[in-house]
């Protein structure tokens, strides 16, 4: 009879393992895929068209590009500065 609850225990427990695996599967996915949409949107503020918009549309697409520059240029600081400090003595 213990065996048996020690198995049902265990079988329990790998049910609740795997339901964390599978949630931690689609996390990422659902990161990954939100990733790409805001690659895409910011593709399409880095690209369009300009010369047809207002000023207020211009300026606020300007400044978008602007800050998605920052954020990439930061990003790439970053990511310097770290393989700085691991490839020094």
């Known amino acids: ?13 790998l049910k609740k393992e795997r339901w964390e695996k599978d949630l931690m599967i689609e996390q990422r996915k659902l990161d990954i895929e939100e990733r790409r949409l805001q690659w895409e949107q910011e593709q399409k503020i880095m690209f369009c068209d300009t010369s ?17 520059a920052k954020a990439a240029s930061a990003s790439v600081g970053d990511t310097a500065s770290v393989g700085d400090a691991t490839s020094s003595p």
């Open 1 to 13: 009879m213990g065996n048996l609850m020690a198995m049902k225990a265990e079988e329990v427990q």
């Open 52 to 68: 047809n918009m207002d000023v207020n549309q211009k300026a606020y697409m300007l400044a978008k590009r602007a800050q998605f």
